[in-house]
């Protein structure tokens, strides 16, 4: 390993440097482009996106030197998101920003605790314009053609032969284990989103995006985040996903707008983290308060630069592509 | 594989370890059996559970296994410590050994040196692995260095490496030579392998 303490030198090689440069100017001219408004937000805030498994990282603003433990608490900011809202009802037109993003315990081939984000808002795009926009960005990327779409029902009913929205936790354990995958002894029958991670990881994205990169779309109702429902009798979430060569590069949501729905979800996370044994994340936020002002209908998407530049270099590990990795950052 | 960094382990009494903690070379107890995490992939929707998908060696049978945690999950850590011993002589099925740093002696069957036997020479250093104090794995150094005892003579003049014989060394064992060693040469064999890497002296 590269840990040796005296080894100053970049994990990732010039090459890999200049091409992430070179992606950066691609990308903003990109937005500019569209008209998109490039925007910076706080890496540390009071408030935080509230999610079952992102774990931020919290920090505290410490009024003396001595105490550096004591003080008001802040969290780095596992993406923009609640910040770049806050402009949005303010007024904004579309906007993006290249920032960091922080999350705790995500350390592994494809994860780095500290890697930079691209994230942009559409002001008044539906989910179809928002999934348009980002196979745009996905083509200027990878030069691959425009993505494929394909819905998550459509799918694990392709490579599993299920309908994960009536499938229940015990049925896709039975799939799983005629799949042959490893299971964890720990998940519980009942888990149902649980069941259909591992089996979206172990059985469906090692399928995407290898002749073009691929849009996922309309994720289990349960799995909806700060997306939007759509349909009464068996609702989905107007959330997507993009892959590209079996790896998830973004995450992109037709936003909520409802200030009371977004109150409900919090609560019920902070209810499943508590569970989990997790400390709880303040339900409260400036968010709330700038989406009871009005959230324009917008859509907003996130991607992981970091594993985009590892794609179009062809590295294996996010590690050849960031000048210095969190062990030996 | 078993070095510096992982013997940092060795010495801590039995606990657990978090997913949080899971890595390559992390030592572990399922079911009563001490086993080596080889391989460790995080794999995580970007809105969904962790997963740490983990390739695990027993390190007493030498056979893999594939297991899945999930985020929260733990092991047990496994009291294995790598301690650094002496060979001391061979009584019937048993090899002793000796502890350099407690002079403690330990010992092990044919069965559990395996092909081991076959460069042990008395007072060699070898690595020995421990699991709740009793030994269970010893590798030998890599490379060692044996006398040959007995072999067929080469023909004369041929320095050709490819042309091979069995020849028999000092410690009883068969190793494929080039057709150049004679009896009385000493050669340099990788234990890892048993292939013959050169000759030291004639």
């Known amino acids: 390993m590269a840990a040796e303490s005296g080894d100053f030198r970049p994990a990732a090689s010039w090459e890999v440097l200049h091409l992430r440069a070179r992606l950066l100017r691609r990308i903003r001219r990109f937005f500019e482009?569209?008209?998109?408004?490039?925007?910076?937000?706080?890496?540390?805030?009071?408030?935080?996106?509230?999610?079952?498994?992102?774990?931020?990282?919290?920090?505290?603003?410490?009024?003396?030197?001595?105490q550096m433990t004591e003080g008001p608490r802040r969290w780095l900011q596992t993406s923009p998101e609640f910040a770049m809202k806050r402009l949005l009802a303010a007024g904004a037109p579309s906007i993006y920003q290249i920032t960091r993003a922080f999350r705790g315990g995500e350390v592994g081939r494809l994860h780095n605790p500290e890697f930079t984000i691209v994230e942009w808002y559409g002001v008044e795009d539906d989910m179809r314009q928002g999934m348009q926009l980002l196979s745009d960005l996905a083509e200027l990327l990878f030069q691959q053609g425009a993505a494929e779409r394909i819905s998550y029902a459509a799918a694990f009913e392709r490579w599993l032969g299920i309908d994960p929205h009536a499938a229940d936790g015990p049925k896709l354990a039975v799939v799983a284990e005629r799949q042959g995958i490893a299971v964890p002894d720990s998940l519980p029958m009942e888990d149902r989103d649980g069941w259909l991670d591992l089996l979206l990881v172990e059985c469906v994205e090692p399928h995407l995006g290898f002749e073009s990169p691929v849009i996922l779309y309309d994720y289990p109702a349960t799995q909806a985040a700060l997306a939007r429902l759509r349909g009464d009798r068996t609702p989905v979430a107007e959330r997507f996903e993009l892959y590209f060569r079996g790896i998830e590069l973004a995450n992109g949501y037709h936003e909520l707008m409802d200030p009371e729905e977004l109150r409900c979800r919090n609560q019920q996370i902070n209810r499943l983290r508590h569970t989990d044994g997790k400390?709880?994340?303040?339900?409260?936020?400036?968010?709330?308060?700038?989406?009871?002002?009005?959230?324009?209908?917008?859509?907003?998407?996130?991607?992981?630069?970091?594993?985009s530049v590892m794609l179009v270099s062809g590295a294996k590990e996010l590690s050849e592509v960031i000048a210095f990795p969190s062990e030996i950052a | 594989m078993f070095s510096a960094s992982a013997t940092k382990w060795g010495n801590q009494s039995v606990g657990t370890y978090k997913t949080s903690d899971f890595r390559k070379g992390l030592k572990v107890q399922i079911d009563g059996e001490p086993y080596l995490m080889i391989e460790m992939n995080f794999v995580k929707?970007?809105?969904?559970?962790?997963?740490?998908?983990?390739?695990?060696?027993?390190?007493?049978?030498?056979?893999?296994?594939?297991?899945?945690?999930?985020?929260?999950?733990?092991?047990?850590?496994?009291?294995?410590?790598?301690?650094?011993?002496?060979?001391?002589?061979?009584?019937?099925?048993?090899?002793?050994?000796?502890?350099?740093?407690?002079?403690?002696?330990?010992?092990?069957?044919?069965?559990?040196?395996?092909?081991?036997?076959?460069?042990?020479?008395?007072?060699?250093?070898?690595?020995?692995m421990l699991f709740n104090g009793n030994p269970i794995i010893l590798s030998p150094p890599n490379h060692v260095e044996l006398k040959v005892e007995y072999c067929e003579p080469g023909a004369k003049g041929d320095t050709a490496t490819n042309v091979t014989k069995p020849v028999k060394v000092e410690t009883g064992a068969e190793i494929i030579c080039p057709s150049f060693i004679n009896m009385g040469n000493v050669i340099k064999v990788d234990t890892r392998t048993g292939q013959y890497v050169e000759r030291v002296s004639t």
């Open chain 1, 33 to 66: 482009d569209r008209g998109f408004l490039e925007v910076e937000t706080p890496l540390l805030s009071a408030d935080t996106v509230i999610d079952r498994y992102l774990d931020p990282i919290p920090v505290t603003l410490f009024a003396a030197p001595q």
């Open chain 1, 279 to 307: 400390p709880l994340l303040p339900e409260s936020s400036r968010l709330l308060a700038a989406m009871e002002h009005g959230l324009p209908p917008c859509t907003g998407v996130a991607l992981g630069f970091d594993r």
């Open chain 2, 45 to 128: 929707p970007g809105k969904g559970n962790a997963f740490y998908k983990c390739k695990l060696k027993n390190l007493l049978r030498g056979t893999a296994l594939d297991r899945t945690y999930k985020g929260g999950d733990s092991l047990e850590s496994a009291d294995v410590e790598e301690i650094d011993v002496q060979y001391l002589y061979r009584q019937q099925d048993m090899f002793v050994f000796m502890d350099n740093k407690t002079y403690e002696q330990y010992e092990l069957s044919s069965d559990q040196i395996d092909d081991s036997w076959k460069y042990l020479k008395e007072g060699m250093g070898c690595s020995m």
